[in-house]
Every structure is written in structure tokens, then in C-alpha cells.
């Protein structure tokens, strides 16, 4: 088994001992841990650079490295004056750490003169409130950052110094274990990820009896996202409430809501299904998505329209019109999904998104995407989508897709997002997609508080919200 090895700014071999993960699951709400151990293998101080991914919406509480025997804390400060701080600490021949968000909101930390044989540890904690999937919700933590197409600093903005280069047979150790507490206890826990074994403890400070721990049941590798699933739900909201730590006059409530939206009839579907024929697609993630497309023909009924493309390098439609739903189509559509190979070379997604909107065929359509997300060119995307009037409702796939993309590419134009990793039934995802896409959806959405509450600040509600959406 090959040793994993990090390399620093100068080329020097970094050895990553291991990676530990340890969260805690109350209600909606996850707290995670994270520890990673370096070593200095090099006879020389080093400079050490390292980006590494969080899940969507998660907000980083704390950062700490334990460095030369010190304990260094991060400050949150302006980015030029954390820069010239690091910059003149190093100079000075002191350790010092930096810790930036790139464009697509992953991190970067620089630490700075980690001495030749010395170890340094790197501990941070964040907190997330877990994605809804109607009637279950997902835990996903991010544990690698793939290849993406593109220059990471012309297309993705990032500083030269934090472009990633990745190795993709590198072989890094990964740990991870998550005490559940509260009413998830009595769900159905279960990974399509990794496998696990699940222990049930006693409860600590609540009047519950139980709590639920889980952890991995073989040796793992930072080699694809760990993905947590809980289904079969008690309830479709939940709260929590708590005590204001920094103002003893103030509570903190965080609250769910699952609407429901009747209407007549379900809408018919006009939809332009555009798929990732790219090389980052080989393998399990075009096999995936030939069962998503064989999902989604299942699903179309004889009043919806539709229209079948791909791309990679470039983009290839099947029809240059929405098709009916007939017998004649629906053979065509199916011989087309049996021969799909992830041949078409790099991500051009900007490209394919604009000539699948130029498809002719209904005055409003909406846009299926089933791909892994994994380009740097991201704000031409998000632009060109946003400009288009159409939403779009997202399939990622893969072990480790590029999540903060597709959700905002969802979100930003009314749609939706669903995940599958390899090995996970594709069906569900998608009848959970196009359940939003023929209902109704809620835009502009508010909350009217009684006159008597004074409220000092509340998180916004999503953009659009579709029935059975929490």
C-alpha cells in the first residue's frame, strides 16, 4: 500500500498521517469535528498549503493547529490585513497559520515554518443543519476535491498557490464516527457510501433514554464524500430551542416546516434533459445516469414534452425539437440511453447549457441536468442559467460532486437538487424531482411574527418551496 503524501509549495513530501471525523446529530442539526495529522519528512522547515471542502451551508465555528508544541487559534480579520500579518510572521521566522474562502467556497489554510521532523495537527468545527430529501434527510461530508475541468485560477479565481492539484491514487486515512441524538434515534439510519455499524448508547442530559452511534465498519480512504441517510422519519418538522450563551435575555429557536400544497391536478412536464458525457463521468457515474434516464422516460406521461443532449468537449442533441411522448420517441429515447459513454472529453457546461435553451418547442421549459459538477468555469454558468428563465433541477452524481455548484445552480433559478452516489438507487431521486417539477412552488415566502415578539434576526427562507419540501 503506497504511503499517502501531501507536497508543499516547494515540492517537498508532507506525509498525512490521518483524517477523524466526530459530529453529534440533534434535530436538524449537525456539529462536526474535523482533525487532520501532518508530517514534516523533510530535513528543512516547510510551507505548507492545503484546500479542503465543507458541506453546503456549513459554517465554520473554530480553527485550530497544534504546531512546534503551540496551540494557534484563528481570528476572523479583514483578508489584506490576515495576509500581511502571516506574511511578516513568517518573515520573523514564526509560525503562523491562514485560512481563506476560495470562489467556490471551499478553504484553503497556509501554515507557515512547520519545522523539519516535526508533526502539526489541524482541527476545525462546523455546523450545518442537514438537507431535507421529503421524508428523509442526508448527511454528507465532503472528503476530497476531485479533478475539475478548466484552469483552476483563469476560471475558478482561485490564488495560484491554492490551486489543486490532485492525485488521484494517493491513498490518505479516513475515520469517522457520529452520535445521534434525540428522535433521528428512531429512524432508519443507513449509508450508500460506506458501510457501518450502528450502537445504541445511553442518553446524556435529556430526558431521552437512548442515543445512536455510528461508525464505519471497514478501513476507509479519502476516496469519495461519506453520505448519511435517515428515513422513515416520525415527523416531517421538528424544533429546537435554546438559550441565547452570549445573552442570557434572548432564546434561539430553529424551526421546520414541511407545506403542504394542493392543486387540482399534477402539471404536464416539458423538459430538455441535458447529461455529463464528459471523461470525469467514466465508470459508476454513466452507469449511473443511464438508470436516472431510464428513470425519468418511466416517468413521463403522454401530455409532456421533452428532448434528450449531452456534452462533454462538446454538446450533441438527439432531437432538435421537444418530442412527444409516443411509441416512436420513447424507442428512439431508449436506444439513445443504452449506447451513452462518457467519450466526449472535457466539461464545456456553459456551452451545452445555452444551445440546450435554444431547443425550440414550448414557451417555458424547464432543464434537467444529471452530471458531477466538476469545472472551474463557474459564474458564466450560474449566469447564463439565471438569464434563461428556466429552472433547473439537478441530478449530481458521483462519489464526489461538486455539491455547492449544483445546489446553487437549483437554487438560483427556482429549481432542485438531488444527489446519488455510486450504488444508491438513482428512482427515488428522480420521482422526488419531477414531484417538484409538475407542483406547485411558493415563491417570495414569509414569516408573520405575533406583534409582541421582538426579534433580532432570522435566517432567510428559501427562494421557492415545493410541496413536501421542508
Known amino acids: 500500500m503506497r504511503t499517502a503524501i501531501c507536497e508543499t509549495l516547494q515540492g517537498e513530501s508532507l506525509a498525512l498521517d ?50 512546534n508544541g503551540e496551540t494557534l487559534h484563528g481570528v476572523v480579520k479583514a483578508k489584506g490585513a490576515a495576509r500581511a500579518e502571516y506574511e511578516e510572521a513568517l518573515s520573523e521566522g514564526h509560525s503562523g497559520i491562514l485560512v481563506t474562502v476560495n470562489p467556490d467556497r471551499s478553504y484553503t489554510l497556509e501554515l507557515g515554518n512547520l ?48 490551486a489543486q492539484e490532485v492525485c488521484a491514487t494517493a ?28 450502537r445504541t448508547l445511553s442518553g ?69 434533459v441535458l447529461v455529463d458525457c464528459s471523461g470525469s463521468m467514466n465508470g459508476d457515474s454513466i452507469q449511473a445516469a443511464r438508470s436516472a434516464l431510464q428513470s425519468i422516460l418511466s416517468t413521463l406521461n403522454a401530455d409532456d414534452r421533452f428532448s434528450l443532449s449531452r456534452f462533454g468537449s462538446s454538446v450533441e442533441h438527439r432531437s432538435k425539437a421537444l418530442w412527444k411522448v409516443a411509441p416512436a420517441s420513447m424507442a428512439s429515447a431508449q436506444r439513445w440511453v443504452q449506447t451513452l459513454e462518457a467519450d466526449l472529453g472535457g466539461t464545456e457546461m456553459n456551452d451545452a447549457i445555452l444551445s440546450t435553451l435554444a431547443i425550440p418547442g414550448a414557451e417555458r421549459s424547464d432543464v434537467l441536468l444529471i452530471t458531477d459538477g466538476e469545472i472551474h468555469s463557474i459564474d458564466p454558468v450560474l449566469k447564463s442559467a439565471k438569464q434563461s428563465g428556466h429552472r433547473f433541477f439537478v441530478v449530481g452524481i458521483g462519489s464526489a460532486v461538486a455539491e455547492g455548484l449544483l445546489r446553487r445552480l437549483a437554487e438560483d433559478t427556482g429549481g432542485s437538487c438531488e444527489f446519488v452516489v455510486a450504488g444508491e438507487q438513482v428512482s427515488p431521486a428522480i420521482q422526488r424531482l419531477f414531484h417538484r417539477l409538475r407542483s406547485l412552488s411558493v415563491q417570495q415566502a414569509r414569516i408573520e411574527w405575533p406583534e409582541n415578539y421582538a426579534i433580532h434576526a432570522t435566517s432567510e427562507l428559501p427562494a421557492g418551496i415545493f410541496d413536501g419540501d421542508e
Open 18 to 67: 490521518s483524517v477523524r471525523a466526530q459530529g453529534t446529530v440533534v434535530g436538524r442539526m449537525l456539529e462536526m469535528s474535523l482533525e487532520q495529522k501532518f508530517r514534516n519528512t523533510e530535513p528543512a522547515n516547510v510551507e505548507v498549503v492545503y484546500t479542503f471542502p465543507l458541506p453546503w451551508h456549513a459554517v465554520l465555528l473554530g480553527l485550530e493547529v497544534e504546531l
Open 115 to 162: 519545522m523539519a521532523g516535526e508533526s502539526c495537527v489541524v482541527r476545525l468545527r462546523y455546523v450545518q443543519v442537514l438537507q431535507p430529501e421529503q421524508g428523509s434527510l442526508r448527511l454528507m461530508l465532503p472528503t476530497t476535491i476531485a479533478p475539475r475541468y478548466g484552469d483552476a485560477v483563469r476560471d475558478g479565481g482561485f490564488e495560484p498557490h491554492a
Open 171 to 198: 491513498e490518505y486515512p479516513f475515520n469517522i464516527e457520529i452520535n445521534i441524538q434525540g428522535e433521528l434515534v428512531q429512524a432508519q439510519i443507513g449509508s450508500p457510501s460506506h458501510r457501518i455499524t450502528t
Open 204 to 272: 446524556v442530559g435529556t430526558n431521552a433514554s437512548l442515543q445512536t452511534q455510528v461508525k464505519l465498519a471497514d478501513r476507509a480512504w479519502l476516496d469519495r464524500d461519506f453520505v448519511l441517510v435517515f428515513s422513515e422519519l416520525l415527523h416531517s418538522s421538528q424544533g429546537l430551542a435554546t438559550w441565547d450563551r452570549l445573552n442570557e435575555e434572548c432564546g434561539v429557536v430553529m424551526a421546520s416546516f414541511t407545506p403542504k400544497l394542493t392543486a387540482s391536478s399534477s402539471k404536464p412536464a416539458s423538459v430538455k
